[in-house]
């Protein structure tokens, strides 16, 4: 009863940035995380950034940090990932994620999935 839309990806060159948005819709009722993870070819999916529902705590897996940025605005049920300094290997299919039941994390396994959008990355 909750669904999440991506928007933003496509194809830039490495070096480049790329803002993702996720807007939530229906059931969004209380407190929850919210978050990021990705799908390269032939990978599994992985996480990518986390964030709680005040913003206070952030999580990001090492290759994205300082890269990568995480934020949310509950107002409009939408969580972004500011994506600059691409790099080929941060090519994939970007999910973004919301957990109903949990207020700080994303704890699995995830109850909502966006669609995913591609971002590719040329080098």
């Known amino acids: 009863q909750v669904q999440l839309v991506e928007s933003g990806g496509g194809l830039v060159q490495a070096g480049g940035s790329l803002r993702l948005s996720c807007a939530a819709s229906g059931r969004t009722f209380g407190s929850y995380a919210m978050g990021w993870f990705r799908q390269a070819p032939g990978k599994e999916r992985e996480f990518v950034a986390t964030i709680s529902w005040s913003g206070g705590r952030i999580y990001y897996t090492d290759s994205v940090k300082g890269r990568f940025t995480i934020s949310r605005d509950n107002a409009k049920n939408t969580v972004y990932l500011q994506m600059n300094s691409l790099k080929p290997e941060d090519t994939a299919v970007y999910y973004c994620?919301?957990?109903?039941?949990?207020?700080?994390?994303?704890?699995?396994?995830?109850?909502?999935w966006g669609q995913g959008t591609q971002v590719t990355v040329s080098s």
């Open positions: 994620a919301a957990d109903m039941a949990h207020i700080d994390y994303i704890v699995p396994p995830v109850n909502y």
